[in-house]
Each structure stands twice: as C-alpha cells, then as structure tokens.
C-alpha cells in the first residue's frame, strides 16, 4: 500500500489560534481562498509524496536519528507574504525566522539522510513558512497588497522546536486530511 507522506514542524495549539485569527481578518477580501484548517498548520521540511507503507519502519528510524543529533530551538513567525507574487498569490504565508539557523541544519541533515531511501530531492529552494491558504486559480488582484504591506513586520509569535513530525496526507474533496503517522523528538 502506498502512503502520501511529508515531514513538518507544527506550531502549538496558541500559535495556531493566533494564525487563525490573522486568516479571520483577511476573509473579508473575498479571495478565492482555501483556507487551511488552524489544526493542519504545518511548516514542511520535506514532501515525501507517496512512499510504500513496508518504508515506514526505516523512515521512522531515521527521523529519530535525525532529532536526536539537533538540539531544540526556537524559530519567530513573522511577516506575511505570498508566492508566487502579491498580486498574482497562489499561497499566503507566514513566514519564519530562524536567527541561529537551526531550522536550516535541521533540513540539511533530514534530506542527506533520506537521500539513503532514494527519496527524491527538493526541486526548489528551502524557504521555510506556515502556509495559511491557497487559490486554485491564479487571480489578479491588488486587495492583498495593503495587507502584506501592513503585516510585513509583524510578529506572529514564536515557539520552540522539540520534534519533526511525519504525516500521511489523504486528499479529499473537503480538504486534506492529516494522520500523525510518527514524531521525533530533538534533544532537549
């Protein structure tokens, strides 16, 4: 059997109100948003797409190998953006600061051990953020502009990270839904 899966971090319950709030003051623009559910608020280190369920012993083995030579760290949410451009959004984020750059070792070790599961690599660049929604089709608009304007410094919080999380994702009509499949937890 096959398994959607990916590895995140996930912001504490808090966090996620507070995102969730953020998301309720931009509803009135009336863009043809997906919101994402504040529970499902993620930050993805890697999308594994779809794996064989008999990978999920060695899979799970090194993510714990992976936690348990990082220490945990704090990573600050701050500043909202989009890609692929404000005024052509695709994805409205919030991004994230990482001022010891913690969270970029953490990715370089987690991708140079999957790369042993022939998992693979990233197409694009690491740019890590929490996504809030997304727009099925791109849209012109300039409505967003003023408010990534006004939450362009921002700060949305912070939290410490203490474990990486592997998910099953399972597409359906309503939305994704997710099923914590495995965590990993950082030394303390």
């Known amino acids: 059997m096959m398994l959607r899966t990916f590895i995140a971090l996930t912001p504490p319950p808090t966090l996620q109100a507070t995102l969730a709030a953020v998301q309720a003051c931009l509803q009135p623009l009336a863009l043809p948003w997906r919101w994402i559910p504040p529970a499902h608020i993620h930050l993805t280190l890697k999308f594994l797409g779809d794996i064989p369920s008999t990978q999920l012993p060695a899979l799970t083995e090194t993510l714990t190998q992976v936690a348990q030579q990082h220490r945990a760290f704090p990573l600050h949410l701050r500043a909202l953006g989009c890609f692929p451009h404000p005024t052509r959004p695709r994805v409205l984020w919030v991004g994230v600061t990482d001022q010891e750059q913690a969270l970029h070792r953490l990715h370089a070790t987690l991708l140079r051990a999957l790369h042993v599961h022939c998992l693979p690599p990233d197409e694009h660049p690491f740019h890590p953020h929490l996504t809030l929604a997304r727009i099925r089709e791109t849209t012109r608009t300039s409505a967003l502009v003023p408010f990534l304007q006004t939450y ?22 309503e939305g994704a839904q997710y099923t914590l499949l495995h965590t990993a937890t950082l030394q303390s």
């Open 152 to 173: 362009q410094t921002q700060c949305f919080g912070s939290f410490d990270v203490k474990q990486m999380a592997l998910f099953q994702s399972q597409l359906r009509r």
